[in-house]
């Protein structure tokens, strides 16, 4: 898919006016959109007593005074979180880049009796929504002790339970010509070999989208880390921004825009280098986000 | 995009006789699949059965599941006032927020796809809110930009507009939500300007040669064709306005309020299981909301005979 725009064609074209009108009216679009996230990045660089009462986005003078407050805001600080976010989150990112790309290398390569039937199988939990499967699980890992740590959150992503991602990459594997795994299969190839020194270094752009998602859906998670995680020293930033909330009583909004801000740090890091995988992500699979 | 779609198409017809024993195959096959039927069957499976199992009893997680048949179910459909609370939020949710937002999408990607310069800025721009959206600290933000002294009060006030606690009113709260869902168009955008790359120019040429309005044009050309990615976003939206939890939850701390005016399908069903431990119960409300879906699904399948085009 080229990124650039179709000729202008007899029909279309209009006079330069309109098109004046047209930037005119996307570029406040995007102003009305985007204001909330400025106001707020501004918010938290403001002394505490200008946040409120005023809409605009330009402080009297920069100060970072909110950031430590938030910081150390809540009993443990949110160093703590940040670093239980990243953990949980790129324990996340490799279970679910080697997982679903062995699965997918098998859906899209390998002839076996029955695969079929389990790519329809696979295609069904796609549609199956979590909550079916909530209490279950939540039961099965607190009999197993699991409740309060990590382990709920990340060992799910080993067992290759984010379909979506097992479907992406089947996509992309089947545009791989299949002539390269056939000439290694007669070259005496064994099919992991395959996997592992053709599949996945051409599948760099693939896997990299599929890292890359995870990493923002684990990141953003906060349904299972709420149920998950109950000790303050385990809780992951969702769910810290959560309780910050709560304890403030609403009080120090400078504080929590500040670490609201932080929040979004590494998912704005991630739209800003790759947002061409993102958006071709989403182009060739009708992601929702 | 289209060499992957002819992988696809080639997906299960030419296979060539296979140079490997049966045997060998299904070791080699199964071998590559271990995690993914493991979990499948002790993640998804496993445990969709045991739900299904559990929705026919009273279970608090400590004494051990008692079997009442369908009691959970007849107590949702006839005794819950708070069931059809929660129903009459999430379908006015979902049916206001779904249309909004793919309209929103569709008339920016028109604008965008006009050979329009700077189109890769402004898709950025508008796919921005999109990607932070699911993000608690979003809906923190939204919570204080609707609250009585929040920032949209702010700027009604330049215009000389009293505003109103919008977040803590009960008629307006779940309108500031499907706000919030619209807010974040752009990854529908996205896939609808991809749709519209598809659509072959020379219709275009051809129509307007023929003396064609473009108004003419977009209901003639533009919207059949576009009508399979039309019916594929309203879908995955569709599903996943059900499934809509995080914002409700931070708006209302957890409440559903004020008043129930958000209380969300979900956010009953987290309320049933995790604040008041009625396991059972939760389990039969997420195979109601499995069954909603189910239909919802089945029903919009059935009626895209009637309006949705694809290429012969």
Not at chain 2, 119 to 136: M, W
Request: proline letters at 5%; a positive charge.
């Amino acid at each position: 898919m080229s990124d650039t725009a179709p000729d202008m064609l007899p029909g279309m074209q209009r006079s330069r006016w309109s098109g004046v009108r047209k930037h005119t009216f996307l570029c406040c679009v995007s102003l009305v959109m985007l204001y909330p996230l400025l106001w707020m990045v501004a918010a938290s660089l403001k002394p505490s007593t200008e946040i409120l009462n005023t809409a605009s986005i330009i402080p009297s003078h920069v100060d970072f005074s909110s950031y430590r407050r938030g910081w150390f805001g809540l009993d443990v600080s949110f160093g703590t979180f940040f670093l239980n976010s990243l953990i949980v989150s790129v324990l996340s990112v490799i279970g679910n880049v080697m997982t679903c790309s062995l699965t997918a290398f098998a859906f899209a390569r390998l002839h076996f009796p029955g695969r079929n039937l389990c790519f329809a199988i696979m295609l069904g939990t796609l549609m199956l929504p979590y909550h079916v499967v909530l209490i279950p699980q939540y039961i099965l890992f607190l009999n197993l002790g699991w409740i309060d740590t990590f382990l709920p959150l990340v060992v799910p992503k080993f067992m290759a339970t984010d379909a979506f991602f097992i479907f992406l990459m089947v996509q992309f594997f089947r545009g791989i010509p299949r002539e390269l795994d056939e000439a290694a299969r007669l070259d005496g190839c064994s099919a992991w070999r395959i996997y592992y020194k053709i599949m996945l270094p051409l599948s760099i752009p693939v896997l990299a989208t599929a890292a890359i998602f995870s990493f923002i859906f684990t990141w953003d998670d906060f349904f299972a880390p709420l149920i998950y995680l109950g000790d303050p020293g385990n809780y992951t930033s969702q769910v810290a921004l959560r309780s910050f909330i709560d304890s403030s009583n609403q009080s120090d909004w400078g504080g929590l825009f500040a670490m609201s801000s932080l929040a979004l740090v590494p998912v704005f890091i991630f739209f800003v280098f790759f947002q061409r995988l993102l958006i071709e992500g989403i182009a060739t699979t009708g992601m929702k986000r | 995009m289209r060499e992957r779609m002819t992988g696809a198409a080639s997906f299960g017809g030419a296979t060539r006789p296979p140079r490997t024993s049966k045997l060998q195959s299904i070791r080699e096959g199964y071998g590559f699949l271990m995690p993914w039927l493991a979990g499948l069957l002790g993640l998804t499976l496993g445990p969709a059965l045991f739900s299904l199992y559990l929705s026919f009893t009273k279970y608090d997680l400590v004494s051990d599941p008692k079997w009442i048949g369908m009691g959970n179910y007849v107590r949702i459909f006839s005794t819950d006032p708070k069931f059809w609370i929660a129903m009459k939020v999430t379908f006015t949710y979902v049916f206001l927020s779904v249309p909004l937002k793919l309209g929103f999408a569709l008339a920016i990607a028109m604008m965008l796809n006009k050979g329009l310069r700077g189109l890769p800025i402004y898709r950025a721009l508008f796919y921005l809110p999109s990607l932070l959206g699911g993000s608690v600290a979003i809906a923190i933000l939204w919570r204080q930009v609707f609250s009585s002294g929040g920032l949209f009060n702010q700027v009604l006030a330049m215009l000389g507009i009293k505003g109103m606690g919008w977040v803590s009113t009960p008629e307006t709260a779940l309108y500031t939500l499907v706000l919030l869902t619209v807010w974040q168009f752009g990854s529908s955008m996205i896939i609808f300007l991809a749709g519209l790359r598809q659509i072959p120019a020379d219709m275009y040429e051809a129509a307007s040669i023929d003396g064609a309005s473009p108004r003419r044009q977009f209901f003639r050309i533009t919207l059949p064709l576009l009508t399979p990615v039309i019916f594929f976003n309203a879908i995955v939206q569709t599903i996943d306005a059900f499934k809509a939890f995080n914002s409700a939850f931070i708006i209302s701390d957890g409440t559903g309020g004020p008043v129930n005016a958000t209380l969300f399908y979900t956010l009953y069903l987290f309320q049933e299981a995790f604040s008041f431990f009625r396991m059972g119960y939760a389990a039969a409300l997420a195979w109601v909301l499995v069954m909603i879906i189910g239909c919802i699904t089945a029903i919009s399948f059935f009626m895209s005979r009637y309006w949705v085009h694809y290429d012969e």
